[in-house]
Structures are given as structure tokens and as C-alpha cells.
């Protein structure tokens, strides 16, 4: 979290700084965090709030494509 206050690190911090920390999850093996880290990146905003607040039976409604969404 330093690093990032600093301006260290990854240019979307560097660039939107400051940072706040809002979910965390630990890994025993750098790639399983990497591989999370992209995996979540890539979702919608509206997933990524139902991950940070807890709200899991929400994540499989925001992974349905938006056509399927407004069905």
C-alpha cells in the first residue's frame, strides 16, 4: 500500500491515485494471485462492488452478458 501512495507500482495507481484498499485475498503462490488479479480486472464495475461487499449471490447475475441482463 506504500509503494502505491508513493506513486510505485502498477501506472493506474501512479496515474488515479490515492489508493484504498476495500477486498483483499491471500494466496500461497504469486501466479494464483496474478491469475485472480486479472481474472477480477476483468469484470464489470458492478461485479466487482458485488465482490467487495460481500455480496456473492450477486456475482453470477452480473456475469450473465447484458443482453441476457435485460431479459
Given at each position: ?8 507500482g502498477?501506472?493506474h ?14 494466496f ?5 494471485a ?38
Amino acid at each position: 500500500m506504500k509503494q502505491h501512495q508513493n506513486g510505485e507500482g502498477a501506472n493506474h495507481t501512479k496515474k488515479y491515485g490515492p489508493v484504498k484498499l476495500v477486498y483483499v485475498e491471500e494466496f500461497s503462490r504469486i501466479d494464483h494471485a496474478f491469475y485472480r488479479e486479472k481474472q477480477v480486472q476483468g469484470w464489470s464495475r458492478k461485479k466487482k462492488e458485488a465482490l467487495i461487499n460481500g455480496e456473492k449471490n450477486l456475482l453470477e447475475k452480473w456475469s450473465k452478458a447484458k443482453w441476457q441482463q435485460e431479459e
